[in-house]
């Protein structure tokens, strides 16, 4: 069970700490050296990080290539060699068992000799747990580097610490690790950074804040000075003035303030309030140490618990403009210093305090000298203890019962523009104790009308913006008053405004139009709007810019279909109209579209004449024929072989002859020509001939 406990501890408070020390690198293969120092063993400690699950994978295969070279005041790096100092990588299963034998409490050396040695199902991978074998990996990765974070042990099992002992203080070093392979086939980035070999001590953590709560305390201190030094922190507290001292967390932490992101913060709970404690942090480094101990730091827990709001509230009205008012406390708030009184014309703003300076705590009643009895009078009792806990009770009316309501408003006269903005107004009632208006309206003159103004108004001009592009044409507005007991008049006489129309009707409707020997025959409907009072058809030629006014209906239904009959047409002509609506306000709709429609003309051509035929010496049979005039006009050949039906056999013939194929000894072939004009008119069929083979 306590490693489960530490595996979601890690998860849960570490893992962006240990990705976020390479989040500005986009490079998946990448070996970050995160940290590097020299301590006070005379060693440099060496620690990274594979830039990615995978990568961490195949370098636990491979291994690690550790390099060093010396920097001297005559020389650059760039000019000394790599030497190698070890090639490294984690320890085999049964190493690593020896080594958990040797350090049975070490849980974190047991978490990551899971993740580096723990079976991977790999198996049956497919489309649908494939996020979940990915998972799985990034898993085991992360456990392996935050155990490597606070272990030694893990981190040198792990292949992710290397402590180099061959130095020499005062002098710099360069150190780069590599991927353990001559064969590796990926490019990555190595990591490499340098150190000088001088004492370096961690800096002391300062509580920077303390927050007193309810039997709780905060501690808080700077994450921006600290995270560069440690991954987490310890917190010890002191019963007994620094005698004896007690880690209060069981696990490393680093929460962060809900109420300021660079600060630190941890929550002590302690048995009681105003008690003393002293308390101190120690920082846990990247490389499985300790920084030195804060300085202690005294602290305790205060008084949150705000009293119980004053109740058995009672009001009496002492005549004039004097008002009592009385309550009782709870007996168990022994703590209370004092009370305030505030009050209002309304139940839930506008409050002002009446009590310049506190009532004293053995306080339970309070005279308020300037009650209006015409008005609403609404008051709050506050009450607070020694440590300013305060707690107020709910609005309390005071006064007495009015149930006269103002007389109903009256000279209501009002006006829209053309912009939509409507003025009402309306003569100021003579009540004293009058609060304000309402403003209610509707569209078509019914029994239901809306209130247009939520919060009541005190002035007597109101003023609206309402659409003008829309069909009624018509707005009806009362008002009511209100005064200061809720008491409600009647409601004026209706105020009836007419919108000014700037709404052009609604288009008519063409159905179709249809070309007849007597002219153009066009059916439409006409606008549904109600205020219209002419229609208009026009006409222009295809091919014109301007149409020309033909007719004019004083038609005003809308559900009854018009035929309308063009006459002063030419045949053969096409032409284009288009409809429009008049209103009262002389306001015109669109067109809805134009159509179009060709004048009637006499479809039938002119008849072929005198179809022959005559054999040439191939016995290829020479068709000829007569027509008037042939510009414009292709001729078809129907044929019928053996008294079979005719069918087309050639067509788009210009010429008016046409040579057919000899056929078989004893066939027997007919032939019929038509003539068809380019603009569709056709003739009718000629004569027929018959030829004997």
């Known amino acids: 069970m306590k490693n489960k406990i530490i595996l979601f501890f890690i998860f849960f408070c570490f893992v962006g700490k240990i990705f976020g020390q390479s989040e500005s690198d986009s490079s998946i293969y990448k070996i970050n050296l995160i940290s590097i120092y020299f301590n006070d063993e005379n060693r440099v400690v060496l620690r990274w990080v594979p830039s990615s699950p995978g990568f961490w994978s195949l370098n636990n295969f491979y291994g690690y290539r550790i390099e060093r070279r010396e920097i001297d005041t005559s020389n650059t790096a760039s000019d000394l060699e790599w030497t190698l100092l070890d090639t490294i990588q984690p320890l085999t299963l049964d190493k690593w068992k020896d080594l958990v034998k040797k350090n049975p409490t070490d849980t974190l050396l047991m978490v990551a000799g899971q993740a580096v040695h723990g079976s991977r199902d790999s198996s049956n991978a497919n489309l649908y747990n494939m996020m979940e074998k990915a998972d799985q990996i990034q898993n085991l990765y992360s456990a392996c580097l935050l155990a490597s974070e606070f272990s030694r042990n893990a981190a040198l099992a792990s292949a992710l610490r290397y402590e180099d002992k061959d130095i020499q203080k005062g002098k710099s070093y360069v150190y780069r690790i590599m991927v353990n392979s001559n064969n590796y086939q990926h490019e990555y980035e190595v990591g490499v950074s340098m150190v000088r070999c001088v004492p370096f001590e961690f800096p002391k953590i300062k509580i920077a804040e303390i927050v007193s709560g309810e039997k709780t305390i905060d501690l808080l201190w700077d994450k921006i000075v600290n995270k560069e030094y440690y991954s987490a922190y310890n917190i010890y507290r002191s019963d007994d003035k620094g005698q004896t001292w007690k880690k209060r967390n069981d696990l490393p932490t680093s929460y962060l303030s809900y109420k300021n992101e660079n600060r ?89 305090e009446l009590t310049k300076e506190p009532l004293p705590s053995n306080s339970r009643s309070f005279i308020d000298e300037n009650f209006n009895e015409l008005k609403h009078n609404y008051y709050f009792i506050g009450v607070f203890d ?9 609005a309390i009316y005071g006064g007495y019962k009015d149930s006269i309501p103002p007389d109903k408003p009256k000279g209501l006269k009002g006006s829209i ?75 004026s006489d209706v105020l009836v405004l007419t919108k000014p129309d700037i709404v052009p009707p609604a288009q008519p409707l063409f159905v179709r139009t249809e070309s007849k020997k007597e002219g153009v025959e066009i059916r439409w409907y006409p606008s549904p709007s109600a205020d219209v009072v002419e ?70 051509l002119s008849d072929i004449e005198s179809l022959s035929y005559q054999l040439d010496g191939d016995f290829n049979c020479l068709l000829s024929w007569k027509f008037p005039n042939i510009e414009n006009v292709t001729f078809v050949i129907y044929r019928s072989v053996n008294q079979n039906s005719y069918a087309i056999y050639k067509s788009g013939i210009r010429d008016l002859r046409f040579t057919d194929k000899k056929y078989n000894s004893g066939q027997n072939v007919r032939y019929r020509v038509k003539a068809i004009h380019k603009d569709g008119r056709q003739s009718d069929f000629s004569n027929e001939i018959e030829v004997k083979w």
């Open 264 to 352: 630190f913060v941890y929550q002590d709970s302690v048995p009681v309030n105003y008690q003393p404690y002293l308390y101190r942090i120690e920082g846990l480094t990247p490389f499985a140490t300790k920084g030195p101990m804060s300085d202690n730091i005294e602290a305790m827990a205060k008084d949150r618990t705000k009293p119980e709001a004053p109740y058995n509230v009672q009001t009496e009205y002492l005549g004039g403009s004097r008002l009592k008012i009385s309550w009782d406390v709870n007996s168990k708030d022994t703590d209370i210093a004092g009370f305030r009184i505030s009050k209002s014309n309304e139940v839930d703003n506008n409050f002002i």
């Open 386 to 394: 020694r440590e300013g806990n305060v707690n107020v009770t709910s």
């Open 535 to 604: 229609h208009i058809l026009y006409r222009r030629l295809k091919g014109e810019q301007n149409y020309q006014e033909i007719k004019k209906f004083n038609y005003t239904i809308f559900n009854k279909e018009i035929l309308t009959l063009d006459k002063d047409v030419v045949a053969g002509n096409k032409y284009e109209y288009k409809l429009k609506a008049i209103d009262e306000s002389n306001l015109m709709s669109e067109s809805p579209g134009t159509v179009t429609a060709t004048a009637y003309i006499i479809k039938k």
């Open 417 to 491: 523009d053309s912009n939509g903005v409507v003025t009402v107004s309306w003569d100021l009632g003579k009540e004293n104790d009058l609060k304000g208006y309402y403003v209610h309206f509707n569209n078509d003159g019914g029994k239901i009308f809306f209130n247009q103004t939520p919060k009541y108004i005190t002035d007597t001009v109101w003023h609206d913006t309402i659409p003008l592009k829309v069909s009624t044409k018509k707005i009806y507005y009362k008002v009511v008053a209100i005064d200061h007991r809720s008491n409600y008049s009647e409601y």
